[in-house]
Every structure is written in structure tokens, then in C-alpha cells.
């Protein structure tokens, strides 16, 4: 069964930190190149935030949070992480794992496999 589940969403205060998590089926693991994180705040579109290869493990990342999020893997446990430091107010969005990219990129047109999303909120 092709699955993402992503967890670690919570509540903190500005300048806090989090670690999100994301399970994902063998399948979708073993199968592409490419996975990513994504977020969507209120009234906006969804954003690729970082994505990384599951092979050599390159990494990519939004301008925006370069510097303070980390993404990486864990391919003997089929998971994904997004280490998120010095968060900001603006870094309050649902966060959405995704899989099963060709590239390494933030574009969501190339992901075929999505979570249902974590919540992450920053309180100035």
C-alpha cells in the first residue's frame, strides 16, 4: 500500500524548534528519486519548503528558511525528517511530505505521492 504519514506538528514559540517526520511504504521509498516537504499557510498555496534524494542524499532548499531547516533521511527506516530551527511566526503552515519525484525539486507537479499533512504553529 503506498502511504505517507507524517508526524511532530505542534505548537511553539518563536525561535523554537521542531522535527517533523514522515513514514513512507518501501514502495514509494525504494521506488523514486526524489522527496519533499511542503507547506500551505491560510489563504496561500502550497510551497516546496526542501526536497532530498533518497540515493546520495543532495539536498535542496526554499530561500527562505536555508539556514534554519534541515531535511534529511533515514533509508534503513523508510523516513523522512525536516529539522526546523528558529522558527518564525511565518513558518506557521499545515507541512505535507512528498513523495515520488524524478528530480530533486520544489516544484509539487512533479510529486505523485502526498501525507495528509502535519500542523505547525509559531507564536511570536
Known amino acids: 500500500q503506498v502511504q505517507l504519514v507524517e508526524s511532530g506538528g505542534d505548537s511553539v514559540q518563536a525561535g523554537g524548534s521542531l522535527r517533523l517526520s514522515c513514514a513512507a511504504s518501501?514502495?514509494?521509498?525504494?521506488?523514486?528519486?526524489?522527496m519533499g516537504w511542503f507547506r500551505q499557510a491560510p489563504g496561500k498555496g502550497r510551497e516546496g519548503v526542501a526536497a532530498i534524494s533518497t540515493g546520495d542524499g543532495a539536498t535542496y532548499y526554499a530561500d527562505s528558511v536555508k539556514g534554519r531547516f534541515t531535511i534529511s533521511r533515514d533509508n534503513a527506516k523508510n523516513t523522512l525528517y525536516l529539522q526546523m530551527s528558529s522558527l518564525k511566526p511565518e513558518d506557521t503552515a499545515m507541512y505535507y511530505c512528498?513523495?515520488?519525484?524524478?528530480?530533486?525539486?520544489?516544484?509539487?507537479?512533479?510529486?505523485?505521492?502526498w501525507g495528509q499533512g502535519s500542523q505547525v504553529t509559531v507564536s511570536s
Open positions: 512528498a513523495a515520488g519525484s524524478p528530480h530533486l525539486t520544489l516544484m509539487r507537479n512533479y510529486y505523485k505521492y
Open positions: 518501501k514502495y514509494i521509498y525504494s521506488s523514486y528519486y526524489g
